[in-house]
Each structure stands twice: as structure tokens, then as C-alpha cells.
């Protein structure tokens, strides 16, 4: 992965998850809660869920900080007291295990996903995702791609890998959204506030407001990998442990329901 640039958003992310997440802040208190997950954006449905399941056996119950992975690792670099990172690509679990931020020896890959291209639920675009298609003719006079941001948020690498690909970022590269997170992206187009946009399959499966216009291969990008781990100054007692129940049968019922495909695999990041 290249040079990180620093954003001052991740700084004010930071402020606002420690004001939002404080009685999480120190080893006593955690003691008496359950884990603090910090977990990208496309895995809300299924990680409320999970969590939910997870309490209902008598356990404490989790606290979920949902972002989008780039800031989540920034967050964690600065200090936020997560106990389990929870990524949507394997680079952002690299960089954080290249920081010592995370206990190797729990990294697991956890998930698959695809990306998509989605519409509008009215929308009456059609568009063929394959090389050569017309993107830039299919957004219409003034229309613009909703992407998570393409240099930092996964959901936006993948999407910009695909259309390197297929032959099309070059008639839209002046026409993209780029929204802080691939949650972000799919409200512009569920608001019609964009003409299309590419999010993952599990966010549209989600989403009402959307419909898929075609689906990317999975040639066309690098694999969609969601690694987990705990971090390395984890307090919470039962952070191994809710990584294990995320591996388990009752959470893989509820990722299948979300379209999620369970790996559940040794890491293969760095």
C-alpha cells in the first residue's frame, strides 16, 4: 500500500469516537463491558445482528464503532481504545499489523464480498458491466459515479481497480462522488442525489432505496477481503472470545442473510 496522507477529518473523527465511546476508555471500566469493535461501514446489518445474538446468551454486550476502515486504523493508530479492527481490505489490516497494532496470532480472514454498480430504485438506466461499456454516457448530462473515497476507502479502491480494468475510469475520473465511506456512496444514490454508483453487494441487498445494474467480476479487482483481530492493548476480556463467536455458526447465519461469503480462513495479509 502507498504513502498514507493525513486528513485532519481523522483527527476530528478521533475527538468525536473518544467523547462518543469515554466509559470504554480505561482497562477498569472495560472490565465491566463487553468488547469495543471498531468494524467498517458494510458490516452494520450483520454486525448488529451478531452482537444482539452475542447478548442474548447472557454476555456483555458489545460496543460498535462503524467507519470506514481507513479511519478506523487512523483512529486506532492515534490511540481510540478499540479492542477487535474489523477491515473491509486486507491493506488497511496490513498497515495496522505493520504498526504493532494488532495481535497477529488472532488475525483471521473472515468474509468475502462483491461490488456492484446500483441505481436509483425508479431509475431506468441499463448498462452491461463489461469492458468497454459507456459509464460516463449511462450517468447522463451532469450525473456523477458515488464511490467511497478511491484512494483511501476500500469499497472506492476496489470500484476504481474495476474500472482501471474494464476500461472506464478514464471517462468518469472527472465525474465521481466520493463519499467518506462506501455507506456514504449508497445514500447519494438511494437519495437520487447520484444517477449510479458502486457499493458492495451486501450494502444494496440492504438498501430499499437501491437497485443492482450489473455486478463487477471478481477478476476485474483484487480479492474483497474482511480481516479481523484483536488489537494489541485490548482490555476487554472477552474481545478473543467475540472473535471466536464471529466465527461461529450463529454468525455465519447471519453474514449469509447480509450476502456476505464466510472464508473463515487463516490470514494471508502480511
Not at 173 to 179: C, S, V
Amino acid at each position: 500500500m502507498g504513502p498514507i496522507t493525513w486528513r485532519p477529518g481523522w483527527v476530528l473523527a478521533l475527538a468525536l469516537t473518544l467523547a462518543q465511546i469515554g466509559p470504554f476508555a480505561t482497562a477498569g471500566s472495560a472490565q465491566s463491558a463487553g468488547p469495543l469493535v471498531f468494524a467498517a461501514a458494510s458490516l452494520k446489518n450483520a454486525l448488529d445482528d451478531i452482537a444482539a445474538a452475542w447478548t442474548r446468551e447472557g454476555k456483555p454486550a458489545p460496543s460498535i464503532s462503524f467507519a470506514a476502515s481507513n479511519t478506523l486504523a487512523k483512529q486506532i493508530e492515534l490511540g481510540a481504545p478499540a479492542d477487535i479492527f474489523f477491515s473491509a481490505d486486507l491493506d488497511w489490516m496490513d498497515y495496522a499489523q505493520g504498526k504493532n497494532l494488532v495481535r497477529p496470532d488472532t488475525r483471521v480472514d473472515l468474509l468475502g464480498n462483491r461490488i456492484v454498480l446500483v441505481a436509483p430504485k425508479d431509475s431506468t438506466v441499463t448498462l452491461a458491466v463489461a469492458p468497454g461499456m459507456n459509464l460516463a454516457a449511462a450517468l447522463g448530462q451532469g450525473g456523477r459515479l458515488a464511490m467511497g473515497n478511491v484512494d483511501a476507502v476500500p469499497a472506492g479502491r476496489y470500484g476504481k481497480a474495476a474500472l482501471d480494468k474494464l476500461g472506464a475510469w478514464d471517462g468518469v475520473r472527472d465525474r465521481i462522488a466520493q463519499g467518506e465511506s462506501v455507506r456514504a456512496a449508497l445514500l447519494l444514490v438511494s437519495r437520487g442525489e447520484a444517477p449510479l454508483g458502486i457499493v458492495y453487494a451486501t450494502d444494496a441487498q440492504a438498501e430499499p432505496g437501491v437497485k443492482i445494474i450489473g455486478t463487477f467480476s471478481e477478476g476485474s479487482h483484487p480479492p474483497i477481503v474482511y480481516p479481523v483481530a484483536v488489537t494489541k492493548d485490548a482490555t476487554s476480556p472477552d474481545a478473543a472470545a467475540f472473535v471466536t463467536y464471529l466465527r461461529g455458526p450463529a454468525a455465519k447465519a447471519a453474514f449469509e442473510r447480509q450476502g456476505f461469503t464466510v472464508l473463515n480462513r487463516p490470514a494471508t495479509g502480511s
